[in-house]
C-alpha cells in the first residue's frame, strides 16, 4: 500500500471503494463524533453506503476533480482528509478533515492537511485552499488557524444539514501565503 509518513507511527494513505467494510466499520464507531459536523457520517450506514461513498471519490479522482485520503496510526484507520473540491481550471480547492477521539489533539489532521496543502500548490499549482466549517466548529477553525489560512466571512444559512439551514465559516490559504 502506498503511503506518506506523517509522524509517530501515523501516514497518510489511499481511501479506496476496496476497503468500504473498515470504512463503514470506522463510521459507525465514530458516528457520535463525526455526525454533528460531517454529513456522510450519517448517511454511510452500511459496507454498501461507504462502498458507494468512496466510489464516488475514486471517480472524482480519475476526473481529477476531488480526492480522499486514510490517516492511519500503527496501521489503524483513525481519520482522514478529502479535497471535497479540487477545481483545476479556477485553481480552487475545498480540504475537509476528521480524526477519532483517542487521536485528536496530537497534531495528526494540522500535519496532514499541511502535507495535502503543499501538494496541492506546490505540484498542482492551485491558487486557493478553502476551508468550511460550521461557526461553533472551534477545533476545525483551530486547525485553519494553525495552518496561516485567513478566516474569510460567513456563507449564511447555505448548508441543509441536520433540518436546519446552517451558516458555515469560510477559510481562504492562497499559493502566495504559502511557503
Ligand atoms: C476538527 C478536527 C479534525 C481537529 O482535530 P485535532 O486533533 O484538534 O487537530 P490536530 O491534529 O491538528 O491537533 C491539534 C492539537 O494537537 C496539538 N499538537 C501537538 N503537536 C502538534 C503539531 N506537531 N502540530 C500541530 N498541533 C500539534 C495542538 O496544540 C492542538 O492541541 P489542543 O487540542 O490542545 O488545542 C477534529 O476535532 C474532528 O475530527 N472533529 C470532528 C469532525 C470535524 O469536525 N471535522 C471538520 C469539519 S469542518
Redesign the pocket.
Known sequence: MFSSPL?DGAELCPLEPWQAEEFADYVERNRA??A???PWATTITDAEGAGRFLGAYAEAQREDRGRIYGIRREGALV?GALFRVFDVPSGVCEL?????PE?????????A?HRLIDWAFQVRGMSRVE????PD?H??H??AQ?LGMTREGTLRQVFPFNGVRQDLVVWGLLAEEWG
Do not use: C, D, E, K
Open positions: 509522524t463524533h463525526l454533528p459536523w460531517l481519520g475537509g478533515v476528521w480524526i477519532s487521536a485528536q489533539g496530537s497534531g495528526l489532521i494540522t500535519t492537511a476551508w468550511r466549517a460550521a466548529n477545533r476545525s483551530a486547525v494553525r
